[in-house]
């Protein structure tokens, strides 16, 4: 017997107990009878997936629409909300537009795009928005390094120097520097895990108050809920506190030294922020192939049932993108 039958039964039981206190009613004066916690008689939703915890599960689909009808730009944050599904899930689910597969692929890989367009309902807006300006800002730093003063008097040796290469070279390894350390203070600001234990644990105390007898389950679960909530939501200021007081720690040291090296190096200032444009733009063209190859992947999975080959989108969705 699964747990929705059992729940069924018991339900059963405690709806014949209310119903047969119901009808005795009459017989009994109000003051002779023990008072009885009232079960409410409708549960039409009590046994659907779709609560309110739901809209922390990555395997919910949370966009009641019709897919016939429906826009492509709904079609893509719908898809968007996909792309970290297990393989049955996923393919559970309809998709009945490629080329929205195509477009969330590739937009989910764009992290300002993501920020403004696919925030879950527990993301925070400003802080994510504060971590993207914030690793731009060690981008920007970073390249400055690599302009040591053999560099520098190098530049001023020989006309042609820096070339393409040095640009393209030392841009992708500060972009993979620089997303090492966005996954990091994103992880650290990942507060999901957090969330939706105070959403479970209100859904298990609704789930006994409407099941036990107890006059004091309410109080006695208000507290319980009120203790984990507030601990949870002192724990989650404390690493905000601690993450603005980092950031701006570095925005400070990053700040100095940028002045510092922009005045002494005036000749080099425009060739810094080139190979910034141009570290933005390799890592954007980067991004594009990466996302179309995984939506094609991903498409060629569903079509031909390749468990394998979704196995593997599926990781490089979750763990690099």
């Known amino acids: 017997m699964?747990?929705?039958?059992?729940l069924n039964q018991k339900f059963k039981e405690k709806n014949k107990l209310f119903e047969k206190l119901n009808t005795n009613y009459?017989?009994?004066?109000?003051?002779?009878l023990i008072t009885v916690k009232k079960i409410k008689p409708n549960f039409s939703n009590f046994y659907d997936d779709r609560e309110i915890s739901d809209e922390f599960d990555e395997d919910s689909d949370d966009m009641k629409i019709d897919e016939e009808n429906a826009g492509l730009f709904t079609l893509i944050k719908r898809e968007q909300l996909?792309?970290?599904?297990?393989?049955?899930?996923?393919?559970?689910?309809k998709h009945p537009n490629n080329l929205s597969i195509f477009i969330a692929e590739i937009l989910d890989k764009?992290?300002?795009?993501?920020?403004?367009?696919?925030?879950r309902k527990y993301d925070i807006f400003t802080h994510q928005l504060s971590l993207y300006v914030f690793c731009h800002l060690l981008l920007l730093s970073l390249l400055c390094g690599f302009f040591t003063i053999r560099v520098i008097k190098k530049i001023w040796r020989e006309s042609n120097y820096p070339g393409i290469g040095f640009y393209l070279l030392y841009g992708l390894i500060s972009n993979i520097i620089i997303w090492i350390i966005y996954q990091i203070f994103l992880y650290i600001l990942d507060f999901r895990d957090k969330i939706k234990e105070i959403v479970s644990l209100q859904k298990e105390l609704k789930e006994q108050e409407m099941y036990e007898f107890d006059d004091n389950i309410d109080e006695r679960n208000e507290k319980i809920f009120k203790k984990k909530y507030t601990l949870t939501i002192k724990r989650i200021k404390c690493i905000?506190?601690?993450?603005?007081?980092?950031?701006?720690?570095?925005?400070?040291?990053?700040?100095?030294y940028l002045?510092?090296?922009?005045?002494?190096?005036?000749?080099?200032?425009?060739?810094?922020?080139k190979a910034y444009y141009l570290s933005l733009?390799?890592?954007?063209?980067i991004k594009f192939v990466y996302g179309f190859s995984l939506a094609s992947l991903r498409i060629a999975s569903k079509i031909n049932k390749m468990k394998t080959l979704y196995k593997v989108v599926y990781i490089l969705d979750k763990y690099i993108s």
Do not use: P
Not at 2 to 6: F, T, V, Y
Not at 110 to 119: D, P
């Open 240 to 256: 905000i506190f601690a993450f603005y007081i980092t950031m701006f720690i570095i925005i400070v040291f990053c700040t100095i």
């Open 26 to 32: 009459s017989q009994y004066k109000e003051k002779d």
């Open 281 to 285: 733009i390799i890592i954007l063209i």
């Open 82 to 93: 996909f792309l970290r599904l297990q393989y049955k899930k996923y393919l559970e689910k």
């Open 2 to 6: 699964n747990k929705n039958e059992k």
């Open 259 to 273: 002045v510092s090296f922009f005045a002494l190096y005036t000749g080099t200032r425009k060739r810094v922020f």
């Open 110 to 119: 764009i992290y300002i795009v993501k920020i403004i367009l696919f925030l």
